[in-house]
């Protein structure tokens, strides 16, 4: 394996960070994003918005001509349960934060993934991730009915492939059953990442899909993987750090406040 530096290792520093079990993920999909420079980009299930930002951060970092939707009822399901107070505020912090900085070319759809199927045609979209309602049935139904709106080549992401939280956990049972029929390409750290690409000619090249894809040597693989759960470490101690920082701060500066006020009385 040559020397594998992409962006995420040079310049990325997360503008959104939130508790996620995509958080193992988010060097990858931002790597992902400038190595296929989708025109189209669709993810079902947002809920805080922590993978989705992270691909709307790169488009804007690499300045990538992509649409973006996000689709979720933020109302949360039975392996993500929420108050409708609490979905209500989810819902408002995403908003808020797409119009701050991704208005223009990224959407935020409140529906069901079904009632937005139709807005999309068939061999349109270049990304597609799916991290909706776990079970083996769902998993499989939006995998089934999306399928066909990704382009020939296109990339589909699915999450949470080795998560057996739950009885009706299904990702990984689904990923077991369709990962040989595709080229594809998982990560098991976290909760687990599949790639798929879908069959047919794509004008996406570049040095991670041909280790993804195209290498031949097993290590290779296992080198990427373990790459993206080095730089995934990095990035979280980096924001580990920045907060540690930002606490002593904070803490120095009301300690000045308590002095100033303590020399007036």
Known sequence: MSIYLPPSTRHFEPKWSKMSAWIDHVPFGY?????IRPKLLVELGTHKGVSYFTFCQSIKDHDIDTTCYAVD???GDDHATLTEAYAKSDYQMVHRHNQ??????????????????????????????IDGYHTY?????DFN??????????????????????????????WEEI??????????NGFGLGVIRKPGKSVAKGELLDLMFDSKKAEEKEKLRAFYVHVAKKIDLQRH????????????LNRAVDFLKLKKT
């Open 73 to 75: 009822t933020w109302e």
């Open 31 to 35: 790597d992902l994003i400038e190595a």
């Open 179 to 188: 990962s040989d029929k595709y080229d594809s390409f998982a990560f098991a």
């Open 137 to 141: 049935e769902a998993v499989t139904d």
């Open 100 to 129: 701050q900085h991704y208005r223009g070319f990224s959407y935020l759809m409140r529906m069901l993934f079904s009632e937005a199927l139709k807005t999309f045609a068939d061999d349109s979209i270049d990304l597609l991730h």
């Open 145 to 174: 009915n999306w399928y066909p709106k990704v382009k020939p080549g296109g990339i589909i992401l699915l999450h949470d492939i080795v998560a057996r939280i739950s009885s009706n956990f299904g990702v990984w049972k689904f």
């Open 241 to 252: 750090a920045r907060f540690i920082e930002l606490t002593r701060e904070k803490s120095i």
